[in-house]
């Protein structure tokens, strides 16, 4: 396993997976944990999740620079993140005892109540992109429930999974309740047999989410998974065009385009769709791309070499299948995995940018008649993770979100998660709900009591 600094291509650290005996000694560990943390009060947990906060927001400049380092992420972005930690663990430790308060329900029993238990050990398969917050939004809700939690972080961003382990641990948190592991990613499935594993939560690939989700399945065991998704950007005719494009390129190029939820498909109703081009390619243009330690960088490397390879490969397909690249298109001939902001258009369903999520600030146009064209577009990729509705008629937006198959919609903004929100989505994007109550209840049991 290593850790490369995707602008330089330097390698910063080597190394060596878990053996099989270690994870299995972590998990034995990890369950006898858990029976001592669940015997705490709620009241008790939260203190842990304050003290945590508190480390998060001293160690913010270390942490943010590690994150950029690692994985390349523009350094401002990357305290933004780690600014949002924070926020999911001061949300959870406030609401907690609201959201798993025993609730009373009238029957014509003496009394009947629903409780909200922990599970045990939740396993959480987690990706680079967004290598702290990703872990905290899981962790924040499912520790403070009661459970313990085993990390399998992305190979490539071992380093920020080990520090995290470390914060846990700076925290004053038992011992063995977050654990991090270094393992193969495609032994990690496996590790849903263990019966000692009560549940897991993969954000990742659909590859890597149908083998948990399949071991999960065979082991009857409660799985949450978000695996992408190709978000349509809607833009219609009576949209205001220029802040229209200012966001589009936002929501494009955020985290270098590394973003499950970013904007992927750029769908335009002609009667806007050349002066939308226009302002959208004017801004794209704009957009800086460099060393993403540089306080003015909106644009870094993508995260690593088999990655820029793959999204090269993909605008060369769609290319090849008719799209046209008006901006952008290659890599960047200096050191570093760079790929500038691209626009295609002429883009068709069927065409790999359309069918298929580019990890990379590429942005396709699609050119649709009206509204119900362009819901149509947007509901026929495989994916349903989120989407945006530009207009000035909020009535129109808020009627055609009802149709839109996806697990979040934005009118007039850039989709975004929100520790108050569920989030998650559909088809082939997931199933289960991360933050808000919805996500603090997953892996609980809701058990029943009734007195008779």
């Known amino acids: ?83 949002k930690c924070a926020l999911a663990l001061k949300y959870y430790f406030e609401k907690a ?37 990703q872990v905290f939004r899981c962790s924040a809700p499912s520790v403070i429930a009661g459970n313990s939690l085993i990390l399998k972080h992305a190979s490539n961003v071992s380093m920020c999974s080990l520090m995290i382990e470390e914060l846990y641990k700076e925290a004053k948190f038992p011992d063995n309740i977050f654990k991090s592991i270094l393992y193969e990613g495609d032994k990690t ?29 065979s082991n009857l065991k409660k799985v ?32 270098n385009g590394q973003s499950c939820i970013a904007a992927k498909r750029f769908i335009v109703v002609e009667s806007v769709y050349e002066q939308f081009k226009e302002a959208f390619t004017e801004e794209m243009k704009k957009v800086k791309v460099g060393d993403p330690l540089d306080e003015e960088t909106e644009v870094g490397p993508l995260a690593r070499k088999d990655l820029l390879e793959e999204v090269e490969g993909q605008v060369k397909k769609s290319v090849d299948q008719g799209a046209k690249v008006i901006l952008g298109g290659e890599r960047l001939k200096q050191k570093g995995y760079y790929f500038p902001p691209t626009i ?13 999520e580019i ?10 008649k009206d509204e119900k064209e362009a819901i149509s577009f947007a509901n026929s990729c ?23 198959e996806v697990g979040t919609v934005f009118i007039n903004g850039m989709v975004k998660s929100d520790p108050r929100l569920p989030f998650g989505g559909v088809k082939f994007s997931g199933f289960g709900r991360e933050l808000s109550y919805f996500g603090i209840r997953e892996f609980v049991n809701i058990k029943s009591v009734v007195v008779e």
Not at 193 to 213: C, D, F, H, V
Not at 231 to 250: G, Q, S
């Open 1 to 83: 396993m290593e850790s490369i600094n995707p602008a330089t291509e330097e390698l910063l650290k080597k190394f060596e997976p878990f053996s099989d005996e270690e994870v299995s000694q972590i998990i034995e560990k990890s369950h006898s944990a858990f029976i001592e943390w669940r015997r705490l009060t709620l009241t008790e947990r939260k203190i842990f999740n304050i003290k945590l906060k508190e480390i998060l927001e001293k160690r913010k400049e270390e942490i943010a620079k590690l994150i950029t380092q690692e994985m390349g992420k523009p350094i401002k972005q990357a305290r933004a993140e780690i600014e």
């Open 97 to 133: 005892e609201t959201f798993l308060a025993p609730q009373l329900v009238e029957t014509e029993s003496k009394k009947s109540y629903v409780r909200f238990d922990p599970l045990g050990i939740v396993l959480a398969v987690m990706p680079w992109n967004f290598p702290f917050w």
């Open 189 to 217: 499935s496996v590790l849903m047999r263990n019966p000692l594993i009560k549940a897991g939560t993969l954000t990742g690939s659909e590859y890597a989410g149908m083998q948990i989700a399949i071991e999960a399945g």
């Open 224 to 255: 949450v998974l978000e695996l992408g998704g190709s978000d349509p950007f809607i833009v219609l005719d009576d949209c205001e065009v220029e802040k229209c494009a200012h966001w589009a390129t936002r929501a494009r190029c955020i985290n």
């Open 344 to 356: 295609l258009e002429d883009v068709e369903k069927g065409m790999t940018c359309c069918e298929q």
């Open 359 to 368: 990890f990379a600030p590429v942005a396709p146009l699609i050119k649709v």
């Open 382 to 404: 495989r994916y349903g993770l989120g989407g945006s509705i530009w207009t000035r008629d909020l009535m129109k937006a808020e009627k055609m979100a009802g149709k839109l």
